[in-house]
Protein backbone atom coordinates (compact mmCIF):
# COMPACT_ATOMS: atom_id res chain seq x y z
CA UNK A 1 0.00 0.00 0.00
CA UNK A 2 2.97 2.25 0.54
CA UNK A 3 4.19 1.96 -2.75
CA UNK A 4 0.62 2.58 -4.33
CA UNK A 5 0.97 6.12 -1.97
CA UNK A 6 4.84 6.47 -3.93
CA UNK A 7 3.01 6.25 -7.20
CA UNK A 8 0.92 8.20 -6.78
CA UNK A 9 3.05 11.05 -5.82
CA UNK A 10 5.66 10.24 -8.71
CA UNK A 11 2.50 10.56 -10.83
CA UNK A 12 1.68 13.94 -9.46
CA UNK A 13 5.17 15.01 -10.39
CA UNK A 14 5.67 13.66 -13.62
CA UNK A 15 4.09 14.12 -16.69
CA UNK A 16 3.30 11.40 -19.25
CA UNK A 17 6.82 10.56 -20.48
CA UNK A 18 7.89 10.64 -16.98
CA UNK A 19 10.37 12.82 -16.45
CA UNK A 20 9.33 16.57 -16.14
CA UNK A 21 6.46 18.70 -14.57
CA UNK A 22 3.85 19.90 -16.53
CA UNK A 23 2.44 22.79 -16.73
CA UNK A 24 -0.69 22.23 -14.28
CA UNK A 25 1.92 21.22 -11.99
CA UNK A 26 3.82 24.11 -11.85
CA UNK A 27 1.03 25.83 -11.61
CA UNK A 28 0.20 24.12 -8.66
CA UNK A 29 3.21 24.09 -7.25
CA UNK A 30 3.73 28.11 -7.70
CA UNK A 31 0.30 28.37 -6.44
CA UNK A 32 1.28 26.44 -3.03
CA UNK A 33 4.34 28.46 -3.01
CA UNK A 34 2.37 31.72 -2.78
CA UNK A 35 0.32 30.37 -0.49
CA UNK A 36 2.96 29.26 1.93
CA UNK A 37 4.25 32.94 1.82
CA UNK A 38 1.21 34.48 2.30
CA UNK A 39 0.20 32.81 5.81
CA UNK A 40 3.76 33.19 6.81
CA UNK A 41 3.21 36.67 6.64
CA UNK A 42 -0.02 36.98 8.01
CA UNK A 43 0.58 34.59 10.93
CA UNK A 44 3.55 36.72 11.45
CA UNK A 45 2.26 40.23 11.59
CA UNK A 46 -1.57 40.38 10.90
CA UNK A 47 -3.52 37.76 12.23
CA UNK A 48 -5.76 37.42 15.39
CA UNK A 49 -2.91 35.64 17.30
CA UNK A 50 0.64 36.90 15.90
CA UNK A 51 1.04 39.25 18.97
CA UNK A 52 0.95 35.96 21.50
CA UNK A 53 2.71 33.77 18.92
CA UNK A 54 5.58 36.23 18.84
CA UNK A 55 5.49 36.76 22.86
CA UNK A 56 5.24 32.53 23.33
CA UNK A 57 8.43 32.32 20.82
CA UNK A 58 10.33 35.25 22.86
CA UNK A 59 9.08 32.89 26.00
CA UNK A 60 10.00 29.92 25.47
CA UNK A 61 12.92 30.67 23.04
CA UNK A 62 15.10 32.08 25.58
CA UNK A 63 14.54 29.64 28.20
CA UNK A 64 17.38 26.88 28.22
CA UNK A 65 16.50 23.25 26.48
CA UNK A 66 16.26 21.65 29.39
CA UNK A 67 12.94 23.52 30.44
CA UNK A 68 11.13 21.62 28.18
CA UNK A 69 10.70 18.70 30.48
CA UNK A 70 8.20 21.36 32.06
CA UNK A 71 7.30 23.30 29.25
CA UNK A 72 5.32 20.59 27.17
CA UNK A 73 2.92 20.64 29.99
CA UNK A 74 1.79 23.59 28.65
CA UNK A 75 2.55 23.57 24.88
CA UNK A 76 3.02 21.21 22.40
CA UNK A 77 6.70 19.77 21.48
CA UNK A 78 7.29 20.81 17.86
CA UNK A 79 6.60 24.72 18.76
CA UNK A 80 8.45 24.52 21.72
CA UNK A 81 11.96 23.13 19.65
CA UNK A 82 10.80 25.19 16.67
CA UNK A 83 11.07 28.49 19.09
CA UNK A 84 14.49 27.67 20.35
CA UNK A 85 16.00 26.91 17.24
CA UNK A 86 14.76 30.23 15.47
CA UNK A 87 14.95 32.22 18.79
CA UNK A 88 18.69 30.58 19.67
CA UNK A 89 19.93 30.87 16.27
CA UNK A 90 18.80 34.44 16.13
CA UNK A 91 16.53 33.98 13.25
CA UNK A 92 13.85 36.45 12.17
CA UNK A 93 10.62 35.04 13.91
CA UNK A 94 8.93 35.32 10.35
CA UNK A 95 11.00 31.73 10.02
CA UNK A 96 8.49 30.52 13.05
CA UNK A 97 5.46 30.95 11.07
CA UNK A 98 7.21 29.84 7.64
CA UNK A 99 8.17 26.68 8.59
CA UNK A 100 4.48 25.58 10.04
CA UNK A 101 3.10 27.12 6.53
CA UNK A 102 5.78 25.25 4.23
CA UNK A 103 4.55 21.84 6.35
CA UNK A 104 1.05 22.19 6.69
CA UNK A 105 -0.19 23.86 3.79
CA UNK A 106 2.36 21.25 1.81
CA UNK A 107 0.82 18.05 3.36
CA UNK A 108 -2.89 19.92 2.19
CA UNK A 109 -2.28 20.29 -1.20
CA UNK A 110 -0.84 17.10 -1.58
CA UNK A 111 -4.38 15.48 0.03
CA UNK A 112 -6.40 17.96 -2.35
CA UNK A 113 -4.22 16.95 -5.99
CA UNK A 114 -4.23 13.09 -5.13
CA UNK A 115 -7.94 13.24 -3.38
CA UNK A 116 -10.13 15.99 -4.58
CA UNK A 117 -12.19 15.05 -7.77
CA UNK A 118 -12.11 19.00 -8.54
CA UNK A 119 -8.64 20.45 -7.13
CA UNK A 120 -9.82 24.18 -8.15
CA UNK A 121 -13.13 24.08 -6.20
CA UNK A 122 -11.23 22.49 -3.10
CA UNK A 123 -8.48 25.12 -2.93
CA UNK A 124 -11.62 27.40 -3.50
CA UNK A 125 -13.00 26.44 -0.32
CA UNK A 126 -9.88 26.05 1.60
CA UNK A 127 -9.21 29.70 0.57
CA UNK A 128 -12.44 31.15 1.65
CA UNK A 129 -12.61 29.52 5.24
CA UNK A 130 -9.83 27.42 6.25
CA UNK A 131 -6.54 29.05 5.38
CA UNK A 132 -6.92 32.37 7.23
CA UNK A 133 -8.40 30.40 10.42
CA UNK A 134 -5.69 27.29 10.72
CA UNK A 135 -2.30 28.40 7.91
CA UNK A 136 -2.49 31.82 9.14
CA UNK A 137 -3.99 32.35 12.70
CA UNK A 138 -4.30 28.95 14.73
CA UNK A 139 -0.57 27.73 13.44
CA UNK A 140 -0.57 24.31 15.55
CA UNK A 141 -3.93 23.21 15.37
CA UNK A 142 -3.76 23.90 11.48
CA UNK A 143 -0.62 21.78 11.30
CA UNK A 144 -2.22 19.50 13.45
CA UNK A 145 -5.31 19.11 11.02
CA UNK A 146 -2.86 18.53 8.33
CA UNK A 147 -1.52 15.35 9.86
CA UNK A 148 -4.55 13.89 10.64
CA UNK A 149 -6.28 14.07 7.59
CA UNK A 150 -2.56 12.64 5.79
CA UNK A 151 -3.27 9.98 8.88
CA UNK A 152 -6.79 9.42 6.77
CA UNK A 153 -5.19 8.51 3.77
CA UNK A 154 -3.68 5.58 5.45
CA UNK A 155 -7.00 4.46 6.91
CA UNK A 156 -7.96 4.46 3.59
CA UNK A 157 -5.58 1.93 2.76
CA UNK A 158 -6.91 -0.01 5.91
CA UNK A 159 -3.67 0.65 7.67
CA UNK A 160 -5.10 1.64 11.62
CA UNK A 161 -1.84 1.34 13.26
CA UNK A 162 -0.33 3.47 10.98
CA UNK A 163 -3.01 6.01 11.11
CA UNK A 164 -3.43 5.79 14.72
CA UNK A 165 0.65 6.43 14.96
CA UNK A 166 -0.05 9.82 12.70
CA UNK A 167 -2.66 10.93 15.16
CA UNK A 168 -1.36 10.31 18.04
CA UNK A 169 1.56 11.95 16.92
CA UNK A 170 -0.01 15.25 15.84
CA UNK A 171 -1.32 15.70 19.04
CA UNK A 172 1.73 15.20 20.92
CA UNK A 173 3.64 17.29 19.07
CA UNK A 174 1.07 19.59 17.50
CA UNK A 175 -2.25 20.07 19.26
CA UNK A 176 -3.25 17.55 21.61
CA UNK A 177 -7.14 18.08 20.80
CA UNK A 178 -6.61 16.14 17.56
CA UNK A 179 -6.71 13.24 19.63
CA UNK A 180 -10.41 12.73 19.26
CA UNK A 181 -10.07 12.03 15.83
CA UNK A 182 -8.91 8.72 16.92
CA UNK A 183 -12.66 7.77 16.91
CA UNK A 184 -12.51 7.57 12.77
CA UNK A 185 -11.02 3.66 13.61
CA UNK A 186 -14.93 3.42 14.34
CA UNK A 187 -16.34 5.11 11.29
CA UNK A 188 -14.65 3.58 8.35
CA UNK A 189 -17.70 1.58 6.43
CA UNK A 190 -20.91 2.40 4.74
CA UNK A 191 -22.99 0.64 7.47
CA UNK A 192 -21.13 2.75 10.21
CA UNK A 193 -22.22 6.26 8.29
CA UNK A 194 -26.00 5.19 9.34
CA UNK A 195 -24.84 4.72 13.40
CA UNK A 196 -22.94 8.42 13.10
CA UNK A 197 -26.72 9.38 11.60
CA UNK A 198 -28.12 7.41 15.16
CA UNK A 199 -25.73 9.40 17.49
CA UNK A 200 -26.22 12.83 15.61
CA UNK A 201 -30.19 12.18 16.19
CA UNK A 202 -28.82 11.23 20.19
CA UNK A 203 -27.24 14.13 20.50
CA UNK A 204 -30.32 16.68 18.97
CA UNK A 205 -32.50 14.75 21.58
CA UNK A 206 -30.00 15.78 24.65
CA UNK A 207 -29.90 19.41 22.97
CA UNK A 208 -31.81 20.99 25.94
CA UNK A 209 -29.58 19.36 28.77
CA UNK A 210 -25.92 21.12 30.40
CA UNK A 211 -23.77 18.24 30.24
CA UNK A 212 -20.95 20.76 31.01
CA UNK A 213 -21.20 19.88 34.62
CA UNK A 214 -20.87 16.16 34.57
CA UNK A 215 -17.95 16.29 32.30
CA UNK A 216 -16.61 19.04 34.56
CA UNK A 217 -16.98 16.56 37.02
CA UNK A 218 -15.82 13.37 35.33
CA UNK A 219 -12.35 15.22 34.26
CA UNK A 220 -11.95 16.31 38.11
CA UNK A 221 -12.07 12.69 39.28
CA UNK A 222 -9.58 11.66 36.85
CA UNK A 223 -7.05 14.18 37.69
CA UNK A 224 -7.49 13.79 41.28
CA UNK A 225 -7.44 9.64 41.17
CA UNK A 226 -4.59 9.60 38.71
CA UNK A 227 -2.61 12.67 40.54
CA UNK A 228 -2.27 14.28 36.49
CA UNK A 229 -2.68 17.71 37.89
CA UNK A 230 0.41 18.84 35.93
CA UNK A 231 -0.31 17.07 32.68
CA UNK A 232 -1.66 18.05 29.84
CA UNK A 233 -5.34 16.72 31.23
CA UNK A 234 -5.42 19.64 32.91
CA UNK A 235 -5.99 21.65 29.66
CA UNK A 236 -8.72 19.84 29.21
CA UNK A 237 -10.38 20.98 32.50
CA UNK A 238 -9.46 24.42 32.74
CA UNK A 239 -11.41 24.33 28.70
CA UNK A 240 -14.28 23.38 30.79
CA UNK A 241 -13.93 25.95 33.89
CA UNK A 242 -14.12 28.35 31.32
CA UNK A 243 -17.87 30.46 31.17
CA UNK A 244 -19.58 29.75 28.13
CA UNK A 245 -22.71 32.32 28.48
CA UNK A 246 -21.14 34.57 27.35
CA UNK A 247 -20.76 32.87 23.98
CA UNK A 248 -23.42 30.61 22.73
CA UNK A 249 -22.92 28.90 19.23
CA UNK A 250 -26.71 27.92 18.32
CA UNK A 251 -27.27 25.13 15.91
CA UNK A 252 -28.47 26.97 13.36
CA UNK A 253 -25.50 29.15 13.10
CA UNK A 254 -24.79 30.13 9.58
CA UNK A 255 -21.64 27.68 8.92
CA UNK A 256 -23.57 25.21 10.43
CA UNK A 257 -26.75 25.42 8.38
CA UNK A 258 -23.92 24.84 5.65
CA UNK A 259 -22.85 21.57 6.75
CA UNK A 260 -26.20 20.37 7.35
CA UNK A 261 -27.43 21.06 3.99
CA UNK A 262 -23.95 19.78 2.35
CA UNK A 263 -24.17 16.09 4.70
CA UNK A 264 -27.96 16.34 2.89
CA UNK A 265 -26.43 16.95 -0.30
CA UNK A 266 -23.66 15.16 -0.81
CA UNK A 267 -25.33 11.71 0.70
CA UNK A 268 -27.21 11.20 -2.55
CA UNK A 269 -23.52 10.14 -3.76
CA UNK A 270 -22.29 7.67 -1.26
CA UNK A 271 -22.21 4.70 -4.32
CA UNK A 272 -19.45 6.66 -5.79
CA UNK A 273 -17.45 7.62 -2.57
CA UNK A 274 -13.77 6.39 -3.28
CA UNK A 275 -12.90 5.25 0.44
CA UNK A 276 -10.57 8.52 1.24
CA UNK A 277 -14.35 10.43 0.09
CA UNK A 278 -16.34 7.89 2.56
CA UNK A 279 -13.84 8.82 5.58
CA UNK A 280 -14.56 12.23 4.87
CA UNK A 281 -18.06 12.63 4.73
CA UNK A 282 -18.37 10.42 8.19
CA UNK A 283 -16.24 13.20 9.72
CA UNK A 284 -18.49 15.52 8.03
CA UNK A 285 -21.31 13.72 10.27
CA UNK A 286 -19.07 13.87 13.02
CA UNK A 287 -18.76 17.38 12.90
CA UNK A 288 -22.55 17.70 13.42
CA UNK A 289 -22.66 15.12 16.26
CA UNK A 290 -19.72 17.09 18.11
CA UNK A 291 -20.98 20.13 18.17
CA UNK A 292 -24.64 19.53 18.63
CA UNK A 293 -23.46 17.99 21.82
CA UNK A 294 -20.77 19.97 23.02
CA UNK A 295 -22.66 23.36 23.01
CA UNK A 296 -21.75 23.86 26.82
CA UNK A 297 -18.25 23.49 26.05
CA UNK A 298 -17.80 26.65 23.18
CA UNK A 299 -13.58 25.70 22.95
CA UNK A 300 -13.95 22.66 22.42
CA UNK A 301 -17.29 22.51 20.55
CA UNK A 302 -15.44 25.03 18.01
CA UNK A 303 -11.86 22.69 17.55
CA UNK A 304 -14.02 19.48 16.80
CA UNK A 305 -16.41 21.44 14.93
CA UNK A 306 -13.08 22.61 12.36
CA UNK A 307 -11.39 19.94 12.26
CA UNK A 308 -13.98 17.33 11.02
CA UNK A 309 -15.32 20.12 9.17
CA UNK A 310 -12.10 20.26 7.02
CA UNK A 311 -13.29 17.01 5.42
CA UNK A 312 -16.12 19.05 3.15
CA UNK A 313 -12.86 20.23 1.38
CA UNK A 314 -12.26 17.09 -0.38
CA UNK A 315 -16.57 16.65 -0.78
CA UNK A 316 -17.18 20.20 -2.45
CA UNK A 317 -16.64 18.61 -6.01
CA UNK A 318 -20.31 16.60 -5.45
CA UNK A 319 -21.85 20.15 -4.68
CA UNK A 320 -21.29 21.53 -7.72
CA UNK A 321 -22.12 17.97 -9.55
CA UNK A 322 -25.62 18.41 -7.83
CA UNK A 323 -25.89 21.94 -8.67
CA UNK A 324 -25.40 21.16 -12.64
CA UNK A 325 -28.67 19.41 -12.38
CA UNK A 326 -30.40 22.75 -12.00
CA UNK A 327 -28.16 25.30 -13.90
CA UNK A 328 -25.17 24.98 -16.10
CA UNK A 329 -21.53 23.44 -14.97
CA UNK A 330 -20.15 27.30 -15.83
CA UNK A 331 -22.70 28.78 -13.74
CA UNK A 332 -22.34 26.23 -10.89
CA UNK A 333 -18.81 27.46 -10.70
CA UNK A 334 -19.84 31.02 -10.67
CA UNK A 335 -22.02 31.01 -7.35
CA UNK A 336 -19.95 28.68 -5.73
CA UNK A 337 -16.88 30.87 -6.44
CA UNK A 338 -19.01 34.37 -5.58
CA UNK A 339 -20.52 31.91 -2.14
CA UNK A 340 -16.70 31.49 -1.47
CA UNK A 341 -15.87 35.08 -2.38
CA UNK A 342 -18.81 36.88 0.04
CA UNK A 343 -17.32 34.41 2.83
CA UNK A 344 -14.28 35.14 2.56
CA UNK A 345 -14.81 38.95 2.72
CA UNK A 346 -17.05 38.44 5.77
CA UNK A 347 -14.30 36.42 7.43
CA UNK A 348 -11.76 39.06 6.52
CA UNK A 349 -13.92 41.88 7.37
CA UNK A 350 -16.87 41.54 9.52
CA UNK A 351 -15.26 38.73 11.83
CA UNK A 352 -11.82 40.59 11.93
CA UNK A 353 -9.88 37.71 10.91
CA UNK A 354 -7.33 40.23 9.56
CA UNK A 355 -5.71 42.65 11.45
CA UNK A 356 -4.81 44.98 9.42
Given amino acids: MLG ?18 TRNQYIYLTVLLIYILVAAIISSDFSRDSIRYNFMLESYGASSWGSIVTEVHHHEMFFLVVSKIVYKLGLNPFFLFLTFAAISLSIKFWLISVHSKDKALSLALFSSYFFLLHDSTQIRFGMAVAFVYLALHFLADNKRLLFSAIVIFAAVMFHNAVLVFLVMLLFTSARSTLWVFGMIAVAFILYPLDINAPVFELVKSMINYF ?22 LGIFKPTMVLVYISAAVIY ?20 IFFYVLLKDVVDLQIRFRDMFFFSLVFLIPYIHDWMSRFVSKKTSYFLLAMSFTVYLVKFIFYDEMLVL
Fill in 268 to 287: QYRNKFSRYERLCYNALLLT
Fill in 4 to 21: TSLKKIQFFLRDNNGIHL
Fill in 227 to 248: DMGGTRLRNVYSLLLKPTQEEF
